[in-house]
Structure formats: C-alpha cells, structure tokens
C-alpha cells in the first residue's frame, strides 16, 4: 500500500505530465487525494519540492530499469528503452522530459538542475549502449554514439509529444525505423 507521500508524487508526476508543472497546483491534489493541503505541505512544503521529488522517482526508475536490462544485448538493451516509450504513448501520456523541458525557464534552479542530471544520465546511457553495440558489431551508423544517441532520443520524444495530437498509436513503426537504421 502506498504511503501518503508516495500517492502525491504519484499524482504530481500525472499531473505534470497531463497539465504541465506551472498549471497544477496542491489544490489539484487535496481532492483527488480527500487529504487536506496541510497533508501535502507536510510532506512538500513547496511545489519545487514536490517537482524534484517527482523528477527524483523517474531517476531512480530508470537507474532500476538500466539495471534490470544490463544482462540483455545492447540490442535487447535499446529495444527494452524504446518499450518504455512506446508505452507512454500507448497511454496517451508525454514522458517527463517533453512535459517540463518547455517550463524550464520558470523552473527553479534545483529542479532545473535535477532535470539536467537526470537528462544527462539518460543520453549517457544511451550513448555507452550503442557505442558498445557498434564496437560488437551489432549497430552500424554514421557519426559519434553520442549524435544518434540524441537522435533516438529526440525521435521518440517528439513522436511521443506528436501522438497525443494525432491521435496515432503507430510508435512501432518509430521503433521499427530506428532499429533498421542503425541495425546491421
């Protein structure tokens, strides 16, 4: 069962990706929660707080994701990564990233700075798979590890972003074409 704490981040992070970080407010989670602001304040005396506990859980979600995965090929490895995507596009969600990179002015420095970590550790990722999966022979591209790493990463993004305009839940064929690309 779900602490109180855990059920606001729950929530803050649906939020966040539902509305955007700047029109959510606490008043958004007391009903949804039947908890009294002060419950929320007690946990998360400010709204930063809440934001970097929730870019927090998505960090530590996907170091327990990269984890799971490091036995798999690279290959597996890369297609377990777009799976995650795939299925928050399947749930006509946007992934963190797409939600607050567009609020990141606004956003205070320590959630910017939590949100650049967490992006950083990411493209990191990714670059060391696919540079390991080239070296094994198992991908083969163009340019640096790092250069297709970003264009993975912006396909899907952008494509994530894209489906809850069109309505379209064709992410298999965004896979499909990445893998083909950079696939022997």
């Known amino acids: 069962m779900a602490t109180t704490k855990e059920k606001i981040v729950t929530l803050g992070d649906k939020l ?13 989670i007391a009903p949804a929660l039947k908890v009294n602001n002060a419950a929320i304040h007690y946990h998360f005396p400010t709204k930063t707080d809440l934001g970097e506990a929730v870019v927090d859980c998505h960090s530590e979600k996907f170091t327990a994701f990269t984890q799971s995965i490091t ?28 939600a607050l990179a ?44 790092r250069t297709r ?9 952008a494509w994530v972003q894209i489906s809850r305009i069109t309505g379209e839940k064709d992410f298999q064929a965004i896979k499909t074409a990445i893998l083909n690309d950079i696939s022997r």
């Open 16 to 28: 966040i990706r539902d509305k955007g970080y700047n029109a959510f407010s606490y008043y958004d």
């Open 71 to 98: 036995a798999q090929s690279e290959i597996e490895q890369l297609k377990s990564f777009l799976e995650l995507f795939h299925r928050i596009s399947d749930d006509n969600r946007v992934c963190l990233v797409g």
């Open 149 to 157: 790493a970003l264009m993975v990463i912006t396909n899907i993004f």
């Open 102 to 145: 567009p609020e990141l002015p606004s956003l205070n420095k320590s959630m910017r700075q939590k949100l650049t970590t967490f992006v950083k550790t990411t493209l990191d990722w990714l670059t060391a798979i696919l540079e390991r999966g080239r070296k094994k022979g198992d991908f083969n591209f163009s340019g640096t590890a």
